[in-house]
């Protein structure tokens, strides 16, 4: 079955608790850990959805082409990376808005796929689901059915759903999770692909295509970069960030080797509608 293979496009400095001081004083990173991301997927003929930082496509529009033109999804980040539960909905619809409008300049389409800063879509933000679909998102992969310090739906359904609002329904491809030993564990991305042994988020991928539940992949482009800047933030955030990144590129040739991937909105319209030509 074909899982989801997902990228937050973000350079290493704009999904950390730093000042915005410091932010802008770090060196950017970005092009060459997301080159050898496209190299990676292309020598595994693998497209994934892209979800890009509005301001990120503002400053590399020809990445955004590039990446659209390989085949690939290009999806929404959303604008400032905060966290969407301590936004109104007046802000979010505004800066989501603008960073779409950012996006789809660059690509000539509609922007239809949403990834939420820190998967901030919570019980005291599902509003934003609502301000997608009245924007015209049809896709969205911002929901951890966990607990965790920053994010989390623990009771939210492990499967793909359709989620009605008063705007129109949005298709949610929940992050995904695994039942073990009693507890429910988020699985397959970012830092957990780098804390778990590989063999572990193998087991775990099979054990979703066992229920043929589709899996959820995320990475970061800075995940392919061990060697960017070592800064200080939040204890919390900073063991994940930087945890075993010399690990990634050899699990990532791994992991599309043995699993068939494809972006976001296919393996969402598949699962929920079956082949519609
Ligand atoms: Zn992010």
């Known amino acids: 079955m074909r899982h989801a293979f997902t990228v937050d496009v973000e350079d290493w400095c704009d999904g950390i608790p730093i000042s915005p001081e410091v932010r802008r004083a770090a060196t950017p990173r970005l092009e060459s850990s997301l080159g050898l991301l496209l190299d990676l997927l292309d020598a595994h003929s693998t497209r994934a959805t892209f979800f890009f930082l509005g301001s990120v496509a503002e400053s590399y529009p020809q990445l955004v082409r590039r990446i659209a033109s390989a085949g690939h999804e290009i999806g929404c980040h959303g604008w400032s990376h905060d966290l969407l539960y301590e936004m109104s909905p007046e802000r979010f619809r505004e800066e989501t808005r603008r960073a779409a409008e950012a996006i789809s300049e660059r690509t000539g389409e509609p922007v239809r796929a ?162 519609r030509t």
């Open 114 to 275: 949403y990834r939420a800063a820190y998967f901030s879509v919570t019980r005291k933000s599902f509003w934003a689901l609502e301000e997608l679909a009245g924007l015209g998102f049809r896709y969205d992969s911002s929901i951890f059915p966990v607990h965790n310090w920053r994010y989390g739906i623990p009771d939210f359904p492990r499967s793909p759903q359709v989620v009605e609002t008063p705007s129109g329904p949005i298709l949610e491809l929940p992050l995904s999770v695994r039942e073990f030993f009693g507890r429910t564990i988020p699985v397959t991305g970012g830092a957990y692909f780098r804390i778990y042994p590989y063999r572990f988020t193998r087991g775990n991928l099979l054990a979703l295509q066992e229920k043929s539940v589709p899996a959820v992949f995320y990475l970061h482009p800075w995940e392919l970069d061990p060697k960017h800047p070592r800064v200080r933030f939040y204890w919390k955030a900073w063991i994940t960030h930087y945890f075993n990144l010399g690990s990634t590129e050899s699990r990532l040739r791994r992991l599309l080797t043995d699993f068939e991937f494809a972006p976001l909105g296919e393996v969402l319209e598949h699962e929920l509608f079956g082949d």
